[in-house]
Each structure stands twice: as C-alpha cells, then as structure tokens.
T-cell receptor
Framework: SAVISQKPSRDICQRGTSLTIQCQVD?????MFWYRQQPGQSLTLIAT?????????ESGFVIDKFPISRPNLTFSTLTVSNLSPEDSSIYLC????????FGPGTRLTVT | SQQGEEDPQALSIQEGENATMNCSYKTSINNLQWYRQNSGRGLVHLIL?????REKHSGRLRVTLDTSKKSSSLLITASRAADTASYFCATVNNQGGKLIFGQGTELSVKP
C-alpha cells in the first residue's frame, strides 16, 4: 500500500484565519479524497480531488470554505478558510488504488 | 452523509472473548471495507469484501456480507487489549465510487 503523509499533524489556529493542510503520497494516484472527522464522530467526505479536474464537493461543503489543489498525482492541499470553533476536527486525506487508505490526519483546534 | 448504521455503538468485553460488530447500509455496493481507528488517530485498513463475496478471513478477523439484507459483520476472535479501538465500516457504491462511512463501534477489551 502507498505511504501517505500529512502536514501539519496538528495545529491550533485563531478564529478567522485559515489553515492549509498538505497531503503527500509516495506513488502516483488518480483518486484522492479529503475527509473530516468531528470530535466523537465518524468520517464525512468533503470532496474528491482528481488530478486534472476541479474538485467535486459533497453536499454541505463549498469551495470558498474548503479550497483544494491537486497539482500532480502525488500531492494535494486542503485549505480550511475563515476558521470558526466548529471547524475543530481531524482532517484526513485518502487515496484509492483498489482498497482505500488514509493519511495520519491533521488535528485542528480553533480558538 | 452517512451510509448506514453500526451496531452496537459501544461494546465492552473481556480479553479472550469474541467481538462481533454489525454494519447496515442503504444502497447497492461495489465493496465494503472495515477500518480500525485507535484513539482519534489515523485509520488502519482491515479488510475489503466485494459484493459478490460472502465471507472473508484475515488472521483473527472474519467478515461476512449479506447483500440481500444490506448488512455486514466483523468478528474478532480471541480479542486482546490491543484491539481496543473504534471500528468503522465503509461502502463504495456502484455509481460515484465514493467511500461512505458508518457511525462506528467503539470496542473496549478489558485485560
């Protein structure tokens, strides 16, 4: 399976600022996904980010709040903009080859 | 949106006992995958079962799939304290190919 790394692993941010999360994969993958896990909850898909096309957002998630870049087949970023305490969550990137694998997550706390 | 429900939401057993977790889903699927998450950390992929399979084994794990009932179960035999974690099922449907998670079962194995 591919190795997925995320940066930062955790951060504490002030309300109104933004955080950009990086996801790096050690092999080329077409399908990459971003998920959010709110405290004590399951994972919710934010968007699908395939290289060469615009990200596809799930209901309840918009590009202005969660802009995504996918410049190549091994890298993606997710920005969480205009932060509020409700954005405090773990954000995980994920790839699919046949099975689907997840990065270690970025724990965001908004104060 | 969540695909379905997991049952039970929480399960507490003694070391050496078997643990069974159930997952129900709503739509036709291509495959179903089980994950483990320790204490808010990254997800570990446990097993994938395709829609045309009924049972799959991996070490102490046994997964069954009943597509007529839209349900799956994960059995962990001879549990260990290290099995303490949250367990999630997730499905990939036949259309968009998105991996959608259930609510999860929190398993506690007491030594």
């Amino acid at each position: 399976s591919a190795v997925i790394s995320q940066k930062p692993s955790r951060d504490i941010c002030q309300r109104g600022t933004s955080l950009t999360i990086q996801c790096q994969v050690d092999s080329q993958v077409t399908m990459m996904f971003w998920y959010r896990q709110q405290p004590g909850q399951s994972l919710t898909l934010i968007a699908t980010a395939n290289q060469g096309s615009e990200a596809t957002y799930e209901s309840g998630f918009v590009i202005d709040k969660f802009p995504i870049s996918r410049p190549n087949l091994t890298f993606s970023t997710l920005t969480v903009s205009n932060l509020s305490p409700e954005d405090s969550s773990i954000y995980l990137c994920s790839i699919r080859t046949y099975e689907q694998y997840f990065g270690p997550g970025t724990r965001l706390t908004v104060t | 949106s969540q695909q379905g429900e997991e049952d039970p939401q929480a399960l507490s057993i003694q070391e050496g006992e078997n643990a069974t977790m159930n997952c129900s889903y709503k739509t036709s699927i291509n495959n179903l995958q089980w994950y483990r998450q320790n204490s808010g950390r990254g997800l570990v992929h446990l097993i994938l079962i395709r829609s045309n399979e009924r049972e799959k084994h991996s070490g102490r794990l046994r997964v069954t799939l009943d597509t007529s009932k839209k349900s799956s179960s994960l059995l962990i035999t001879a549990s260990r304290a290290a099995d303490t974690a949250s367990y999630f099922c997730a499905t990939v449907n036949n259309q968009g190919g998105k991996l959608i998670f259930g609510q999860g079962t929190e398993l506690s194995v007491k030594p």
